[in-house]
């Protein structure tokens, strides 16, 4: 079975000038959204690729902790999770160097250690981890 995801943007005028448009038009979420040199680079209104790329990194994570959790007979009641996509400006332009994800889990009856353990297999074995080919670090705690 395979599954597809798209997801359009489009670019007006010179980098730094310039603003784009990012649409998903399965989900009709995002349609028009901006970004821009600025929205990338200072503080300007609006989202860019990192803030997205982490998104998607949080919400897959999120996902695949729950459902390992559930596989190893812990029905998690809430699972947050912080992922933050770290991109350094270098001699080649700016690049992706690392994401560091910070979960916090509500998960009843299960012990510090098996949550870590779960909780650090489900960082390797995530899609959007597989797919980046960069280091992934975590913080997973438990709370009440």
């Not at 190893?72 to 912080?82: D, I, L, N, S, Y």
Request: net charge neutral; glycine share 12%; charged share 25%.
């Amino acid at each position: 079975m395979q599954i597809q995801r798209r997801a359009t943007a489009r670019w007006e005028g010179g980098l730094k000038q310039g603003q784009g448009r990012l649409s998903t038009p399965q989900s009709g979420l995002l349609d028009g959204q901006r970004y821009a040199f600025g929205t990338r680079f200072a503080d300007e209104v609006g989202t860019n690729p990192e803030e997205l790329l982490a998104a998607a990194h949080a919400g897959c994570y999120s996902m695949a902790l729950a459902a390992s959790l559930e596989r190893a007979g812990h029905v998690a009641e809430r699972v947050e999770t912080e992922a933050e996509a770290r991109m350094e400006l270098g001699a080649a332009g700016p690049s992706i160097v690392g994401v560091h994800l910070k979960v916090s889990a509500k998960v009843p009856g299960i012990g510090v250690d098996a949550f870590a353990a779960i909780a650090e297999d489900s960082k390797r074995n995530c899609v959007i981890s597989r797919a980046l080919g960069v280091p992934v670090s975590l913080d997973a705690r438990l709370v009440d």
